[in-house]
């Protein structure tokens, strides 16, 4: 599937409730304490790396007059329970992948990521200078947020199968773990589609309760265990060539921040998001060398697979284009990704048009 021949044919065209208590904000000498509620468990690779590298840089940016306390997923609320604990006010912010809260609005699709859409620079030239930033904050002043792009996980590989993929028909049946767009393409194509918590995924996937799983790339994959339950590893995925994570407060918890706080947080998560994809690049190579090594068998879908990956794909892309807000973002989204492209393709030809597809195999 080339990709810059699906952006012309695409969107262009067209775990408990919180309490009531939960936020209740700590002030001490002057001093404030955030509550954060999280999607992943604690200490998970990348993810929630990216959660604690903001809440270390805000706290020592402020030099300790503003802290957050991090909850990880399942302590106070459940992994996609954050959403509505932040926009009720149960709790002040959360961090998250913003796709899995399509059922709020589709279009948060693209403030993590959509299949054949951007690579990790490219969301980042489109987030900070093309108004990516501005369309989130519009979107999720809707829901009384306030968010910011806060970590990125780069391209994440196809995922890891029980079973090879031949043919499209292969996908027929399967029981696999995808969420956002990319679940929804999977679906398409007869799969049956498993949107499951990241701390949840080993469990499902050695107990053959799915029977296969996508998460984010070989170094944090490896650290899941997935290497220990199946060895098929489709490095090459279509869903997503740059997975964009967020830090989302509540909007009047934004709003009672001092101007210098607020400036704070902007700093911090755009260091966070920096050092992340720099930690999501550079250990992903090492990492599967060593799952490699360890007997994993690196897989490259079929052509005619990645065919149906790109119609289908084109099919969910447009299903939403009746609604305002949605082709708003969408048209601005591709509108970016094709000057992007334009560029690479004058400055680094082949190599650029190809790397969505080769850089993880």
């Known amino acids: 599937m080339d990709r810059r021949s699906f952006l012309r044919t695409s969107a262009l065209g067209g775990a408990a409730a919180a309490s009531a208590t939960l936020a209740a904000p700590v002030y001490a000498q002057g001093r404030r304490e955030l509550t954060l509620v999280t999607s992943v468990p604690d200490g998970f690779a990348i993810f929630d ?16 007059q503003l802290t957050i306390n991090k ?13 509505d604990a932040v926009s009720s006010g149960q709790a002040d912010l959360y961090h998250s992948a913003e796709y899995y809260f399509l059922n709020q609005h589709p279009a948060f699709a693209f403030f993590t990521a959509v299949p054949f859409g951007m690579t990790s620079q490219e969301m980042a030239n489109w987030y900070y200078r093309r108004g990516g930033q501005d369309l989130h904050d519009n979107l999720s002043s809707l829901f009384n947020l306030k968010p910011f792009m806060c970590g990125m996980t780069a391209m994440q590989p196809g995922g890891w199968f029980n079973i090879e993929i031949n043919s499209a028909d292969d996908l027929q049946g399967l029981r696999f773990r995808m969420p956002g767009q990319g679940g929804q393409v999977l679906g398409r194509l007869g799969a049956s589609v498993q ?3 990241g701390g949840e995924i080993y469990q499902a996937l050695s107990s053959g309760q799915i029977d296969g799983a996508e998460w984010i790339g070989p170094y944090a994959d490896e650290r899941m265990g997935f290497q220990e339950v199946t ?13 964009a994570l967020s830090l989302v407060f509540n909007l009047e918890v934004w709003e009672s921040l001092t101007p210098q706080q607020q400036k704070i947080v902007e700093v911090a998560t755009q260091a966070t998001h920096a050092q992340n994809t720099a930690l999501s690049l550079a250990e992903n190579g090492a ?14 879908f079929p052509e005619d697979v990645w065919d149906a990956f790109g119609r289908a794909s084109a099919e969910v892309r447009e299903e939403n284009m009746g609604d305002p807000i949605y082709a708003e973002i969408a048209n601005s989204y591709f509108a970016s990704l094709e000057e992007s492209a334009n560029w690479y393709e004058i400055g680094d030809g082949e190599y650029m048009r190809q790397r969505n597809r080769v850089n993880a195999a």
């Open 49 to 64: 790396d990216a959660a604690q590298m903001a809440v270390d840089y805000i706290a020592e940016m402020t030099d300790g």
């Open 231 to 243: 060895s098929n590893y489709y490095t090459s995925g279509f869903h997503e060539p740059g997975s």
């Open 287 to 300: 990492a599967l060398a060593r799952l490699q090594a360890a007997g994993v068998q690196v897989r490259e």
């Open 195 to 197: 949107n499951i918590p």
């Open 71 to 83: 909850n990880p997923a399942g302590t106070l609320v459940g992994a996609f329970e954050v959403f």
